[in-house]
């Protein structure tokens, strides 16, 4: 399974593989809410009611069944979006949600987050007969040699494309964390530039409100003192 940091066109895939559910591993929130916003445009534009629900292992399954009632007058199809936070959950609710998910194929749409994750999950009996009617999205912090890739994909979702410098600069400018590299991305996203960015571009932008002026925190970044830009920002 391959980090995909701007995944699109979620249902659509999932319903052309004749599949009705998306497996979230991970909370990254820069993918995580990218994922569900994809999927809410989709449900919004179709008409499909969209039902919450959170459940861990203290949960019965009497509890859990009537959760799954679509009881809206305004729809026929229901999108269940399910949190699953510790990743554990009861034997009973396990069958369960294979049942309702397999025999659903045609009808309702299930989003499964397991916000926390572990090996073990991934290879139990259970998990893999969920594959099977699933697509799974990976939302994990890229690791150091994902992280330059990740900005650029999340850069061009935003209609900017950044040279090799500037994804550098704001690799290590974000520490590697994909949250702070997003918002700087979004700043420049609603600014009035072209979408050619390179490094004294990204500069002169991201150093708005800092105590340092544009051609001193130049300096600092092209003499390769990153932490001394990052305090100056």
Not at 124 to 141: D, H, V
Not at 208 to 233: E, H, P, R, V
Request: hydrophobic residues 40%; charged residues 25%.
């Amino acid at each position: 399974m391959e980090a995909i940091f701007a995944p699109e066109n979620i249902i659509k895939k999932i319903v052309g593989l004749n599949k009705n559910c998306v497996i979230i591993l991970g909370n990254e929130p820069v993918v995580c809410n990218h994922i569900k916003a994809d999927i809410k445009l989709f449900t919004d534009l179709n008409n499909i009611e969209n039902k919450s629900i959170s459940f861990d292992s203290s949960n019965k399954l009497d509890q859990i069944k009537p959760l799954f009632e679509n009881t809206s007058l305004f729809s026929n199809q229901t999108l269940f979006s399910i949190s699953i936070a510790g990743g554990r959950i009861l034997d009973e609710t396990k069958k369960f949600l294979i049942k309702v998910i397999s025999e659903d194929v045609n009808e309702d749409l299930f989003l499964i987050h397991f916000k926390n994750f572990t090996k073990e999950l991934i290879k139990s009996a259970w998990f893999i007969k969920l594959k099977e009617s699933s697509i799974q999205l990976e939302a994990k912090e890229p690791n150091t040699q994902q992280i330059q890739e990740a900005i650029k994909v999340r850069a061009n979702f935003y209609n900017l494309s950044l040279d090799d410098e500037s994804l550098s600069l704001l690799s290590n400018l974000s520490l590697g964390n994909l949250l702070a590299a997003e918002n700087e991305i979004i700043k420049l996203s609603l600014l009035d530039i072209k979408t050619d960015i390179d490094v004294k571009k990204l500069i002169s932008h991201i150093s708005n409100g800092s105590k340092f002026d544009t051609f001193k925190l130049l300096d600092y970044c092209m003499s390769g003192q990153i932490q001394k830009t990052a305090q100056a920002l």
